[in-house]
């Protein structure tokens, strides 16, 4: 996942704000927003602490990360009347079609072996 996440970066840095794909690289490219998307698209709807303990995520960060996501229309966000309380995220339409371009992505990255660190420069030997 992380070698996805790098190349969305990349792509989101070398993207002008007259690229079509500029803004959705600027949402998808934010810490921990592809990571969570990819969470709840295997598994969906999750409660906001499944997904903080299983992205180890401090909540002020997920708080800010879910909401923006809901904002977009990506997430849906429901919460209970109970003690303790409890909140819960599921994709919208939206969200769930983000699904194919995970796909696509993976495939990408299956096709040209991604790996998941760039490759630094070799020092020369002298």
């Known amino acids: 996942m992380s070698g996805v996440i790098e190349v969305v970066e990349s792509l989101k840095e070398e993207a002008s704000l007259n690229c079509p794909y500029g803004r959705l690289l600027e949402i998808l490219g934010k810490p921990h927003t ?30 800010t990360r879910l909401q923006e996501l809901v904002d977009y229309e990506l997430l849906s966000r429901k919460s209970y009347n109970e003690i303790p309380p409890r909140v819960d ?10 699904g194919k371009l ?24 002298n």
């Open 34 to 63: 592809l990571s969570i998307l990819y969470s709840l698209q295997i598994d969906s709807p999750l409660r906001f602490t499944k997904i903080q303990k299983s992205l180890g995520l401090q909540p002020k960060i997920l708080t």
């Open 89 to 98: 995220y599921e994709l919208t339409t939206k969200g769930k079609d983000l």
């Open 102 to 125: 995970f796909d696509e992505l993976r495939a990408w990255s299956n096709k040209y072996k991604i790996p998941d660190r760039p490759r630094g420069r070799r020092k020369r030997a």
